[in-house]
């Protein structure tokens, strides 16, 4: 066993089972190599690296993966509803997709930021984010498109996430209902909303996002488990 | 020196002095053994998983436990009444000191909810058997006062029973407390005062409250707890307790918050601002 430390980027390219490598530049509490590949650790829980995304109105925005995880950045601000879009395929149903992410997000309306549901032939989403809507709140949004808001279907105050280290989303397709849910310790969840699964969309895929709005927004997604 | 991983479940009953464990379901940063037991350690702070056993039920409910990855996961279904639903366990003889952590998982009701304080919380705090009162540190999701706008609440609540409707010994607004990656909770009792804390490094403290044992108490508290309480009909809330000690009383100190440091400023509102 060998440990290391170093970037992320440096991370030993030949490591044998057992490996530790503490980071002097990334979000995870060290990496760990189980023999195939590096297990991706933060405060006790195995995180998952994201999967290769597909941009939906990249716009401006860019993406970097140099520090682990998948960073998405719009720097430029949009003045108005623009989603930047990271999405992939929806697994079969029944799925549940969790996700984790550090978002850098001021509280100025309405900068928005998680995970989301997509029909890819309406291009319509069913998003769960966490934003500022004339205070720190988690909602559940209908939208038409990435530019185009139609109904807030759930709002919550954000203050009671004060107290976890990370907040953990999941999104739930059940094969009859579409569910919404946190975790303040990534293990439990308790649900937020629910609607039918062909209630105003039929989601194909799913992802994540930011709406940067009127102002510069950077996010981080740390960990993606599809299941 | 050995390090392994796998579940919370799965580490190794046998270990020697300096094994690591790093647990891949569970909450805390890793386990290190000191060859006779495992040391649960979390942001450089060494935390003691709360036996679940020593606990019992008051006001039950429908409320569940799940410890499968090592702390206490409470569960408490909706409740279109208010409802604290505790795990309390007997206090040890006078003076002691009770410090936890935890991490819970309430949504904040927004338009939804009444002018009755309905909302969630959470903490820890006294109980006098004899006479079911409560007295607690916790946060909370709900108003200060009939009509008032509803925020995150650091509090000290008291009530007569889990089931009644709880006065604000102290209201203090959350959010100064986001940049710490748990909020700690502290309650000491000397044996004629009780005193409530909190902080946002787990090290150093700062006193919010405190009182004469008997000022709220009949007689006095003989009985400890944490609690998760409902009053709201339609989302059911949760919390993870990960830390429950019991040493000597400690000595409290003060923290400034500055950058770079875990802010563990009194929220509140007008009177401490986020730079010290």
Request: charged share 15%; net charge neutral.
């Amino acid at each position: 066993m060998a440990i290391t430390t170093g970037t992320y980027a440096g991370k030993p390219g030949a490591p044998s089972s057992g490996d530790i490598h503490f980071l002097t530049d990334s979000f995870y509490d060290l990496l760990y190599y189980n023999g195939a590949s590096w297990d991706h650790l933060r405060h006790g829980k195995l995180l998952t690296l994201p999967p290769s995304f597909a941009w939906i109105n990249q716009g401006t925005a860019s993406v970097s993966t140099t520090n682990g995880g998948e960073t998405l950045t719009d720097a430029a601000g949009a003045s108005a509803h623009q989603c930047r879009i990271r999405k992939t395929a929806a697994p079969s149903t029944p799925y549940t997709v969790t996700m984790a992410y550090l978002p850098t997000l001021r509280g100025a309306n309405y900068l928005f930021g998680g995970a989301l549901f997509r029909e890819s032939s309406s291009g319509k989403l069913r998003s769960l984010h966490l934003g500022f809507n004339a205070a720190g709140v988690i909602e559940v949004y209908a939208w038409n498109s990435p530019t185009a808001p139609v109904t807030q279907l759930a709002v919550f105050r954000s203050e009671v996430l004060f107290s976890s280290p990370l907040i953990f989303w999941r999104l739930e397709d059940d094969g009859t209902n579409r569910k919404f849910h946190f975790s303040g310790d990534g293990i439990n969840f308790i649900q937020l909303y629910s609607e039918g699964r062909t209630t105003g969309m039929t989601a194909n895929e799913v992802g994540w996002f930011i709406d940067p709005y009127s102002q510069a927004q950077t996010a981080t997604l740390i960990h993606w488990k599809e299941a | 020196m050995a390090v392994s991983t796998g579940t919370y479940a799965n580490r190794p009953s046998s270990h020697s002095a300096g094994d690591i464990y790093l647990t891949t379901d569970s909450f805390w940063d890793y386990l290190v053994s000191n060859g006779s037991k495992w040391r649960h350690l979390y942001s450089g702070f060494e935390c003691e998983p709360p036996i679940n056993s020593e606990f019992s039920w008051v006001n039950q409910g429908g409320a569940s436990i799940i410890t499968a990855n090592g702390g206490v996961f409470m569960r408490a279904p909706v409740s279109s009444t208010g409802n604290l639903r505790l795990r309390a366990k007997t206090a040890p003889a006078t003076p002691y000191t009770l410090t936890a952590a935890i991490l819970p998982a309430f949504p904040g009701i927004e338009g939804s909810i009444s002018d009755t304080k309905n909302g969630f919380g959470c903490g820890i705090g006294f109980r006098e058997s004899g006479t079911g009162k409560l007295s607690m540190i916790g946060f909370r999701f709900g108003g200060i006062g009939v009509g008032a706008l509803f925020y995150g609440l650091l509090d000290v609540m008291q009530f007569s029973s889990p089931t009644a409707t709880g006065t604000s010994a102290l209201n203090a607004y959350a959010e100064t407390l986001v940049s710490s990656p748990i909020t700690w909770l502290k309650v000491t009792n000397t044996g004629t005062t009780l005193t409530y804390f909190f902080s946002g490094d787990g090290q150093n403290f700062q006193q919010v409250y405190t009182e004469d044992v008997d000022a709220y108490f009949t007689t006095a508290p003989d009985e400890l707890f944490f609690t998760l309480s409902v009053f709201c009909a339609t989302h059911d809330a949760g919390v993870t307790l990960i830390h429950w000690s019991l040493p000597n009383p400690a000595v409290t100190m003060r923290t400034f918050g500055m950058f770079g440091v875990l802010p563990s400023l009194k929220p509140t509102g007008n009177y401490f601002g986020a730079f010290g």
